[in-house]
């Protein structure tokens, strides 16, 4: 096991080119080589909209940007967005790359900024081709310590290096003033902190949305059941799926869709009761704030992607599953399977309904009994316990993956 001394070691080049949620994940790995390597630089190559949630928080001291537009553009523009990305890259002079993107794109760049360390996954995600190469020079498992979540894929360059895990989950702190303007913007809205759902109805996929309306029905349930107000989230280009949502209920909800930067997201999730919403980057988003977190699945296997870190329920319907899409459905891709859309109301809100119970029961402890006498909560870490469904064996039934047990 190759061990790097900490002395030789000043910056760290991460290639993470993908969404929020794979940002939240990685930034378990940052910060375990912070700890581990005391005042390394960390730069993340990702979009430009991600700089000021990377640096703000800590989890990288800078950011590299590129353009996913360009690289999807033609030859010649992908061309000079490459070009101008390693020649940026390689003013740094790194002493390491980690590739957890493990795209034929990351591979070029990590020869091409050619640092003497170069971390990479073996074997690669999808064969290589005849004509590419894996540029790495420390090879790593393609999830590590022996774990499945996709969590432990991005912590994986930890056992390649022979660094301690120490940081097994994504925790990230929103920032103090970003909490006071998430404060401010719930007490506009006549809404108490911990008094509300946070409900995220879009995803980067179209396969990856529960139906509106099926939002909407278990927002009227959930909220006639506990008297919590609902809070709408999501980027300013899912502001469609929020407004069949609103357009359903027949309960007043308040609508932030497109309205909060990442920070103040990440503020606002912490103050939340719970987080409900499709497998998306909100809900990774939710669990390191520290929110209880219901998510919804379709062809994308809990397994690996689950929330983890706190008390969540994943829901995803019966696998093989019968075709409810139409023409949208691949059924191969989790992206654009629509899989989810099996997912009736009943056992969403009774998910719901359990782990607001479940989490009450603890928070109550905490509050109102001696530290003697707090039922222990194991440390939070990515496990899952499959419980049987209350709804049958048959291809309607559905599973609940529980990230989190309590002593």
């Known amino acids: 096991m190759l061990q790097i001394s900490p002395t030789t070691y000043r910056s760290i080049l991460m290639l993470q080119t993908k ?3 794979d940002i939240v994940l990685a930034s378990a790995l940052a910060k375990n080589l912070q700890l581990e390597y005391p005042g390394v630089r960390i730069v993340f190559l990702c979009e430009a909209h991600f700089a000021g949630f990377l640096t703000a928080h800590g989890i990288a001291s800078e950011v590299v940007p590129f353009s996913r537009a360009r690289m999807r553009g033609s030859p010649l523009e992908r061309g000079r967005e490459l070009f101008r990305m390693v020649r940026t890259l390689r003013r740094h002079r790194f002493d390491m790359t980690i590739d957890i993107t493990d795209s034929k794109t990351s591979r070029i760049v990590s020869g091409l ?14 064969r290589l081709r005849w004509y590419e190469r894996q540029p790495a020079n420390v090879r790593m498992k393609p999830y590590g310590f022996g774990e499945k979540h996709h969590l432990y894929r991005y912590l994986s360059p930890l056992e390649a290096l022979g660094v301690d ?9 929103p920032l103090a003033f970003e909490t006071a303007r998430a404060l401010a913007l719930l007490a506009r809205h006549h809404i108490q902190p911990n008094g509300f759902v946070a409900v995220h109805a879009g995803a980067s996929f179209v396969g990856r949305r529960w139906q509106p309306e099926r939002f909407a029905e278990a927002i009227d349930r959930i909220v006639g059941e506990t008297g919590l107000r609902v809070v709408l989230v999501g980027g300013p280009d899912e502001n469609e799926a929020t407004d069949a949502v609103i357009a359903a209920a027949k309960t007043p909800v308040v609508n932030l869709t497109g309205a909060l930067r990442l920070e103040t997201l ?3 999730l912490k103050e939340a009761r719970l987080f409900l919403g499709n497998e998306s980057g909100p809900m990774h988003m939710a669990a390191a704030a520290g929110a209880p977190v219901v998510g919804l699945f379709g062809l994308t296997n809990p397994i690996r992607w689950a929330p983890v870190g706190v008390p969540s329920a994943s829901l995803r319907p019966s696998m093989p599953c019968d075709c409810v899409g139409g023409d949208l459905c691949r059924r191969t891709d989790p992206s654009k399977a629509c899989c989810v859309r099996r997912l ?9 309904l359990e782990l607001l119970a479940r989490s009450e029961m603890v928070l109550d402890a905490a509050v ?4 003697d006498s707090v ?10 316990r499959r419980a049987k469904s209350r709804y049958g064996s048959g291809p309607d039934r559905h599973v609940y993956e529980i990230a989190c047990t309590y002593a």
């Open 19 to 21: 969404f929020i949620g």
């Open 113 to 126: 900024v050619n640092a003497p360390l170069r971390v990479g996954y073996f074997p690669s995600e999808r």
């Open 165 to 173: 895990l120490r940081v097994s989950v994504p925790a990230i702190r």
């Open 266 to 268: 990440l503020a606002l």
């Open 344 to 352: 009736e109301v009943d056992p969403v809100v009774d998910a719901v």
């Open 368 to 371: 109102w009994h001696s530290p």
């Open 375 to 384: 039922p222990a909560c194991r440390p939070p870490r990515p496990l899952w």
